[in-house]
């Protein structure tokens, strides 16, 4: 099946420092990927729609200036976390679109804030 | 709005017992998608289900898919303790131009030896 590839698997940062994080599709051309946020045994929220060679969209109450999305080509989506602060640590997962309503998606990023 | 309404959220079971996860919705959807997620992992795709009335098997967990495609269900018969984990459902939805899932709440499943 389809692979997609997130790094890095987790990260610790100081507060107010900016974190990266990459999502790749390996094998498939992904047009759009998506961006979500996870809790503890809770469900995944979608935090925006990413769509190569645009900007993102965002979902209502997340801040784009503060969480920034490039899809600057069909294999590579990143999420950028901007002066991260401790109540951004949780759990980010990407997922690539493939065709026939499929998604894959990365492993996660565990992204803790000091 | 389309919600997914996903129950039970919470399951604790004995190894051996059988256990159904509900997923309901007022909407229609096009497809509806079960997923299974271990802790600090992605979620894997379990299964997609399309037709009306659709059952589909896959070892211990049978999936269906309610006749008006509104609704859509998860028995696992003799549960182990390598079920445990946390159980998604998700439908496409086709709202305004952009197509993505909803996701109902999820249910945290324990399987005790």
């Known amino acids: 099946g389809a692979v997609v590839s997130q790094h890095p698997s987790w990260v610790i940062c100081k507060s107010g420092t900016s974190v990266k994080i990459e999502c790749r599709s390996l094998?498939?051309?992904?047009?759009?990927m998506f961006w979500y946020r996870q809790f503890p045994k809770q469900s995944l929220m979608l935090m925006a729609t990413?769509?190569?060679?645009?900007?993102?969209?965002?979902e209502q109450g997340v801040e784009k200036d503060k969480f920034l999305i490039n899809h600057a080509s069909l294999t590579l989506s990143t999420l950028t976390v901007t002066s991260a602060h401790p109540e951004d640590s949780s759990f980010y997962i990407c997922?690539?679109?493939?065709?026939?309503?499929?998604?894959?998606f990365g492993s996660g990023t565990q992204l803790s804030v000091l | 709005t389309q919600l997914l309404e996903q129950s039970p959220q919470f399951l604790s079971i004995q190894e051996g017992e059988n256990l159904t996860v509900y997923c309901n919705s007022s909407?229609?959807?096009?497809?509806l998608q079960w997923y299974r997620q271990e802790p600090g992992e992605g979620p894997v795709l379990l299964v997609t289900?399309?037709?009306g009335g659709e059952v589909k098997k896959l070892k211990r967990l049978t999936f269906q898919f309610g006749d008006a495609r509104k609704d859509s269900s998860l028995h696992i018969t003799a549960a182990q303790p390598g079920d445990t984990g946390l159980y998604l459902c998700?439908?496409?939805?086709?709202?305004?131009?952009?197509?993505?899932?909803?996701w109902g709440l999820g249910t945290s499943l324990a399987v005790n030896p």
């Open positions: 997922s690539a679109y493939a065709t026939n309503e499929k998604l894959f």
């Open positions: 094998d498939f051309q992904a047009t759009t």
């Open positions: 990413s769509n190569e060679g645009s900007k993102a969209t965002y």
């Open positions: 909407s229609v959807f096009s497809s």
């Open positions: 289900v399309v037709t």
């Open positions: 998700a439908g496409f939805s086709n709202a305004g131009n952009n197509r993505k899932l909803i």
